[in-house]
Protein backbone atom coordinates (compact mmCIF):
# COMPACT_ATOMS: atom_id res chain seq x y z
CA UNK A 1 0.00 0.00 0.00
CA UNK A 2 1.15 3.88 -1.10
CA UNK A 3 1.07 5.10 2.02
CA UNK A 4 3.18 6.59 4.68
CA UNK A 5 2.34 7.51 8.10
CA UNK A 6 -1.40 8.10 6.88
CA UNK A 7 -0.27 9.93 3.85
CA UNK A 8 -0.29 9.37 0.09
CA UNK A 9 3.09 8.96 -1.83
CA UNK A 10 3.45 11.60 -3.95
CA UNK A 11 3.26 11.10 -7.50
CA UNK A 12 1.45 7.33 -6.44
CA UNK A 13 -1.69 7.40 -8.93
CA UNK A 14 -4.05 4.88 -7.57
CA UNK A 15 -6.06 2.26 -10.04
CA UNK A 16 -9.63 2.69 -10.46
CA UNK A 17 -10.66 -0.40 -8.77
CA UNK A 18 -8.56 1.17 -5.58
CA UNK A 19 -10.56 3.98 -6.02
CA UNK A 20 -13.63 2.21 -6.14
CA UNK A 21 -12.67 -0.01 -2.63
CA UNK A 22 -11.61 3.28 -0.78
CA UNK A 23 -14.86 4.89 -1.28
CA UNK A 24 -16.83 0.95 -0.84
CA UNK A 25 -14.87 1.23 2.86
CA UNK A 26 -15.68 4.90 3.62
CA UNK A 27 -19.13 4.67 3.17
CA UNK A 28 -19.28 0.97 4.67
CA UNK A 29 -17.23 2.39 7.46
CA UNK A 30 -18.78 5.82 7.89
CA UNK A 31 -21.37 4.95 10.85
CA UNK A 32 -19.00 2.73 12.29
CA UNK A 33 -16.49 5.89 12.14
CA UNK A 34 -18.54 8.11 13.70
CA UNK A 35 -19.02 6.01 16.57
CA UNK A 36 -15.19 5.49 17.28
CA UNK A 37 -14.56 9.07 17.19
CA UNK A 38 -13.06 9.24 14.02
CA UNK A 39 -15.29 12.37 12.33
CA UNK A 40 -15.36 15.82 13.94
CA UNK A 41 -16.33 18.83 13.52
CA UNK A 42 -13.81 22.29 12.72
CA UNK A 43 -15.20 25.56 12.80
CA UNK A 44 -13.94 28.31 10.76
CA UNK A 45 -14.47 31.62 12.30
CA UNK A 46 -16.18 34.30 10.11
CA UNK A 47 -15.51 38.38 11.09
CA UNK A 48 -17.65 41.22 10.49
CA UNK A 49 -16.22 43.93 8.16
CA UNK A 50 -15.27 46.57 8.95
CA UNK A 51 -15.54 46.05 12.60
CA UNK A 52 -13.67 42.99 12.15
CA UNK A 53 -15.74 41.43 15.31
CA UNK A 54 -16.78 37.21 15.53
CA UNK A 55 -20.03 37.26 13.61
CA UNK A 56 -19.97 33.16 13.39
CA UNK A 57 -18.43 29.93 12.90
CA UNK A 58 -18.95 27.30 9.72
CA UNK A 59 -19.05 23.86 10.49
CA UNK A 60 -16.64 21.58 8.25
CA UNK A 61 -16.59 17.90 9.00
CA UNK A 62 -13.42 16.03 9.13
CA UNK A 63 -12.43 12.77 9.48
CA UNK A 64 -9.44 11.15 10.17
CA UNK A 65 -9.34 7.13 9.07
CA UNK A 66 -7.49 5.03 10.73
CA UNK A 67 -5.73 3.62 7.09
CA UNK A 68 -6.45 6.31 4.52
CA UNK A 69 -5.73 9.43 7.17
CA UNK A 70 -6.73 13.02 7.16
CA UNK A 71 -9.67 12.60 4.18
CA UNK A 72 -10.58 15.59 2.19
CA UNK A 73 -14.70 16.27 2.67
CA UNK A 74 -14.41 17.10 -1.12
CA UNK A 75 -13.53 13.66 -1.40
CA UNK A 76 -15.71 11.90 1.43
CA UNK A 77 -18.70 13.70 1.74
CA UNK A 78 -19.92 13.28 -2.19
CA UNK A 79 -19.17 9.29 -1.53
CA UNK A 80 -21.46 9.42 1.57
CA UNK A 81 -24.09 11.64 -0.30
CA UNK A 82 -23.94 9.07 -3.10
CA UNK A 83 -24.53 6.19 -0.43
CA UNK A 84 -27.76 7.67 0.81
CA UNK A 85 -26.08 8.42 4.37
CA UNK A 86 -25.84 12.07 3.89
CA UNK A 87 -28.81 12.19 6.36
CA UNK A 88 -26.51 10.75 9.01
CA UNK A 89 -23.39 13.23 8.36
CA UNK A 90 -25.75 16.52 8.69
CA UNK A 91 -27.28 15.14 11.58
CA UNK A 92 -23.84 14.60 13.16
CA UNK A 93 -22.63 17.78 12.00
CA UNK A 94 -25.89 19.64 13.10
CA UNK A 95 -25.70 18.50 16.79
CA UNK A 96 -22.21 18.92 17.44
CA UNK A 97 -22.90 23.03 16.19
CA UNK A 98 -25.86 23.36 18.31
CA UNK A 99 -23.96 21.68 21.38
CA UNK A 100 -21.10 24.35 20.52
CA UNK A 101 -23.25 27.21 20.20
CA UNK A 102 -25.19 26.34 23.63
CA UNK A 103 -22.08 26.34 25.29
CA UNK A 104 -21.30 29.86 24.19
CA UNK A 105 -24.75 30.83 25.00
CA UNK A 106 -24.18 29.41 28.52
CA UNK A 107 -21.19 31.53 28.65
CA UNK A 108 -23.02 34.88 28.07
CA UNK A 109 -21.71 34.51 23.85
CA UNK A 110 -24.04 35.03 20.54
CA UNK A 111 -21.76 33.29 18.03
CA UNK A 112 -23.54 31.60 15.05
CA UNK A 113 -22.91 28.36 13.20
CA UNK A 114 -22.99 27.67 9.68
CA UNK A 115 -23.76 24.25 8.82
CA UNK A 116 -23.49 22.81 5.03
CA UNK A 117 -26.36 21.08 3.48
CA UNK A 118 -26.45 19.04 0.58
CA UNK A 119 -29.28 18.32 -2.32
CA UNK A 120 -29.99 15.14 -0.26
CA UNK A 121 -31.47 16.89 2.78
CA UNK A 122 -33.21 18.83 0.91
CA UNK A 123 -34.73 15.85 -1.07
CA UNK A 124 -35.83 14.80 3.01
CA UNK A 125 -39.49 16.24 3.83
CA UNK A 126 -38.79 15.09 7.46
CA UNK A 127 -35.66 17.48 7.70
CA UNK A 128 -37.65 20.51 9.15
CA UNK A 129 -39.15 18.76 11.76
CA UNK A 130 -35.28 17.03 12.67
CA UNK A 131 -34.43 20.54 12.65
CA UNK A 132 -36.87 21.80 14.86
CA UNK A 133 -36.34 18.93 17.30
CA UNK A 134 -32.93 19.64 17.81
CA UNK A 135 -33.08 23.19 18.18
CA UNK A 136 -35.26 22.16 21.10
CA UNK A 137 -33.05 19.82 22.56
CA UNK A 138 -30.17 22.07 22.72
CA UNK A 139 -32.33 25.41 23.52
CA UNK A 140 -30.98 27.54 20.59
CA UNK A 141 -32.80 29.98 18.89
CA UNK A 142 -33.13 29.31 15.29
CA UNK A 143 -31.17 32.83 14.20
CA UNK A 144 -28.28 31.40 15.47
CA UNK A 145 -28.80 28.69 12.91
CA UNK A 146 -27.40 29.18 9.91
CA UNK A 147 -27.50 26.27 6.84
CA UNK A 148 -25.15 26.75 3.34
CA UNK A 149 -26.75 25.44 0.12
CA UNK A 150 -25.10 25.45 -3.18
CA UNK A 151 -26.98 26.75 -6.12
CA UNK A 152 -26.59 23.52 -8.31
CA UNK A 153 -28.15 21.55 -4.89
CA UNK A 154 -31.59 23.78 -5.05
CA UNK A 155 -31.89 24.10 -8.85
CA UNK A 156 -31.24 20.25 -9.71
CA UNK A 157 -34.96 19.68 -7.82
CA UNK A 158 -36.25 23.01 -6.97
CA UNK A 159 -39.97 21.69 -6.86
CA UNK A 160 -38.63 19.32 -3.77
CA UNK A 161 -36.53 21.62 -2.78
CA UNK A 162 -38.16 24.96 -2.67
CA UNK A 163 -40.62 24.08 0.16
CA UNK A 164 -38.19 22.74 2.25
CA UNK A 165 -36.38 25.75 2.59
CA UNK A 166 -39.06 28.15 2.62
CA UNK A 167 -40.32 25.77 5.67
CA UNK A 168 -36.55 26.04 7.37
CA UNK A 169 -36.72 30.21 6.68
CA UNK A 170 -40.40 30.02 8.48
CA UNK A 171 -38.28 28.75 11.09
CA UNK A 172 -36.34 31.66 11.21
CA UNK A 173 -33.51 29.69 10.36
CA UNK A 174 -31.00 32.33 8.16
CA UNK A 175 -30.47 30.63 4.81
CA UNK A 176 -27.16 31.31 2.72
CA UNK A 177 -25.95 30.41 -0.86
CA UNK A 178 -22.70 28.99 -1.22
CA UNK A 179 -20.31 28.95 -4.15
CA UNK A 180 -22.17 31.74 -5.51
CA UNK A 181 -20.98 32.74 -8.95
CA UNK A 182 -19.94 29.48 -9.44
CA UNK A 183 -23.12 27.64 -10.88
CA UNK A 184 -26.64 28.74 -12.85
CA UNK A 185 -26.45 32.22 -10.67
CA UNK A 186 -28.81 34.76 -12.33
CA UNK A 187 -30.15 38.12 -10.62
CA UNK A 188 -33.88 35.95 -11.43
CA UNK A 189 -32.63 32.98 -9.45
CA UNK A 190 -31.70 34.83 -6.49
CA UNK A 191 -34.85 36.59 -6.22
CA UNK A 192 -36.70 33.47 -6.17
CA UNK A 193 -34.99 31.22 -3.20
CA UNK A 194 -35.92 32.57 0.60
CA UNK A 195 -32.38 33.32 1.19
CA UNK A 196 -30.94 36.29 3.68
CA UNK A 197 -27.36 35.52 2.50
CA UNK A 198 -24.69 34.79 -0.12
CA UNK A 199 -21.63 33.70 0.06
CA UNK A 200 -18.89 34.50 -2.86
CA UNK A 201 -17.16 31.78 -3.93
CA UNK A 202 -13.40 31.86 -2.72
CA UNK A 203 -12.50 31.37 -6.70
CA UNK A 204 -13.27 34.72 -7.42
CA UNK A 205 -12.07 36.38 -3.81
CA UNK A 206 -8.75 34.14 -4.78
CA UNK A 207 -8.60 35.48 -7.94
CA UNK A 208 -9.23 39.31 -7.61
CA UNK A 209 -5.87 40.52 -6.39
CA UNK A 210 -4.39 39.61 -9.89
CA UNK A 211 -7.64 39.11 -12.40
CA UNK A 212 -9.57 42.16 -12.93
CA UNK A 213 -12.19 40.00 -14.39
CA UNK A 214 -12.68 38.12 -10.83
CA UNK A 215 -12.34 41.59 -9.37
CA UNK A 216 -15.46 42.29 -11.39
CA UNK A 217 -17.20 39.31 -10.51
CA UNK A 218 -16.74 40.23 -6.63
CA UNK A 219 -18.03 43.99 -6.85
CA UNK A 220 -21.30 42.88 -8.46
CA UNK A 221 -21.90 40.06 -6.00
CA UNK A 222 -21.55 42.81 -3.34
CA UNK A 223 -23.88 45.45 -5.72
CA UNK A 224 -26.32 42.76 -6.58
CA UNK A 225 -26.70 41.28 -2.95
CA UNK A 226 -26.96 44.34 -1.21
CA UNK A 227 -29.31 45.30 -3.45
CA UNK A 228 -31.70 41.92 -2.71
CA UNK A 229 -31.09 43.22 1.18
CA UNK A 230 -28.69 40.37 1.27
CA UNK A 231 -25.87 39.75 3.67
CA UNK A 232 -22.40 39.67 1.63
CA UNK A 233 -19.59 36.93 2.78
CA UNK A 234 -16.51 36.56 0.82
CA UNK A 235 -14.91 33.44 1.44
CA UNK A 236 -10.87 32.44 0.61
CA UNK A 237 -9.92 35.82 2.55
CA UNK A 238 -6.37 35.17 2.40
CA UNK A 239 -4.85 38.86 2.19
CA UNK A 240 -5.02 41.73 4.22
CA UNK A 241 -5.47 43.71 0.59
CA UNK A 242 -8.09 41.53 -0.40
CA UNK A 243 -9.90 41.97 3.19
CA UNK A 244 -9.18 45.74 2.38
CA UNK A 245 -10.76 45.74 -1.20
CA UNK A 246 -13.80 44.22 0.64
CA UNK A 247 -14.34 46.53 2.79
CA UNK A 248 -14.10 49.15 1.03
CA UNK A 249 -16.61 47.59 -1.52
CA UNK A 250 -19.06 47.18 1.50
CA UNK A 251 -18.88 43.40 1.78
CA UNK A 252 -20.76 42.57 5.21
CA UNK A 253 -18.39 39.28 6.23
CA UNK A 254 -15.18 37.95 5.65
CA UNK A 255 -13.77 33.99 5.95
CA UNK A 256 -10.54 33.04 5.59
CA UNK A 257 -7.29 31.46 6.29
CA UNK A 258 -6.36 35.55 6.81
CA UNK A 259 -8.85 35.26 10.07
CA UNK A 260 -8.71 31.69 10.65
CA UNK A 261 -8.23 28.49 9.31
CA UNK A 262 -11.23 25.95 10.62
CA UNK A 263 -9.80 24.77 13.96
CA UNK A 264 -10.98 21.85 16.64
CA UNK A 265 -13.05 22.88 19.43
CA UNK A 266 -10.04 23.55 21.66
CA UNK A 267 -8.13 25.81 19.14
CA UNK A 268 -11.32 27.74 18.50
CA UNK A 269 -12.04 28.48 22.12
CA UNK A 270 -8.70 29.51 22.71
CA UNK A 271 -8.69 31.47 19.20
CA UNK A 272 -12.00 33.12 20.71
CA UNK A 273 -10.33 34.06 23.84
CA UNK A 274 -7.20 35.73 22.45
CA UNK A 275 -9.13 37.97 20.63
CA UNK A 276 -11.77 38.88 23.18
CA UNK A 277 -8.94 39.76 25.73
P1 LIG B 1 -17.29 24.96 1.29
O1 LIG B 1 -18.60 24.82 1.97
O2 LIG B 1 -17.19 25.92 0.17
O3 LIG B 1 -16.26 25.28 2.47
C1 LIG B 1 -15.18 26.17 2.35
C2 LIG B 1 -13.89 25.43 2.10
O4 LIG B 1 -12.86 26.39 1.88
C3 LIG B 1 -13.41 24.60 3.28
O5 LIG B 1 -12.74 23.44 2.76
C4 LIG B 1 -12.42 25.53 3.96
O6 LIG B 1 -11.46 24.86 4.75
C5 LIG B 1 -11.79 26.18 2.76
N1 LIG B 1 -11.21 27.51 3.07
C6 LIG B 1 -11.54 28.34 4.07
N2 LIG B 1 -10.83 29.49 4.02
C7 LIG B 1 -10.00 29.37 2.95
C8 LIG B 1 -8.99 30.24 2.39
O7 LIG B 1 -8.72 31.35 2.86
N3 LIG B 1 -8.35 29.78 1.28
C9 LIG B 1 -8.62 28.56 0.72
N4 LIG B 1 -7.93 28.21 -0.36
N5 LIG B 1 -9.57 27.72 1.23
C10 LIG B 1 -10.25 28.12 2.33
P2 LIG B 1 -13.02 21.99 3.36
O8 LIG B 1 -13.19 22.07 4.84
O9 LIG B 1 -11.97 21.09 2.79
O10 LIG B 1 -14.42 21.60 2.75
C11 LIG B 1 -14.60 21.40 1.39
C12 LIG B 1 -16.04 21.26 1.02
O11 LIG B 1 -16.60 20.06 1.57
C13 LIG B 1 -16.91 22.39 1.54
O12 LIG B 1 -16.79 23.53 0.71
C14 LIG B 1 -18.28 21.73 1.47
O13 LIG B 1 -18.79 21.80 0.17
C15 LIG B 1 -17.96 20.30 1.84
N6 LIG B 1 -18.24 20.10 3.27
C16 LIG B 1 -17.44 20.30 4.35
N7 LIG B 1 -18.07 19.99 5.50
C17 LIG B 1 -19.33 19.60 5.15
C18 LIG B 1 -20.48 19.15 5.88
O14 LIG B 1 -20.51 19.09 7.13
N8 LIG B 1 -21.59 18.81 5.15
C19 LIG B 1 -21.61 18.91 3.79
N9 LIG B 1 -22.75 18.58 3.14
N10 LIG B 1 -20.56 19.34 3.07
C20 LIG B 1 -19.43 19.67 3.74
CA1 LIG C 1 -19.92 26.29 2.92
CA1 LIG D 1 -18.11 27.89 -0.31
CA1 LIG E 1 -17.24 24.46 -2.25
Given amino acids: RATRGGEEVRGYVPSMGQIFMRRFQMVTQFRQSLEDGQVSVHYQPKVSLPNRQVQGVEALVRWVHPEFGRLSPDEFVPAIEAAGLIGVLTGFVLEESLKRIRKWLDEGLRISAAVNLSVRNLADEEFPAKVVRALDQFGVPPELLTFELTESGVMSDPQKALPILRELHALGVVL ?102
Fill in 176 to 277: AVDDFGTGYSSLAYLRQLPVDEVKIDKSFVLGMGTDLGDLAVVRSIVELGHSLGLTVVAEGVEEDVARDQLEAMGCDVAQGYLISRPLPEDRLEAWLQARTA
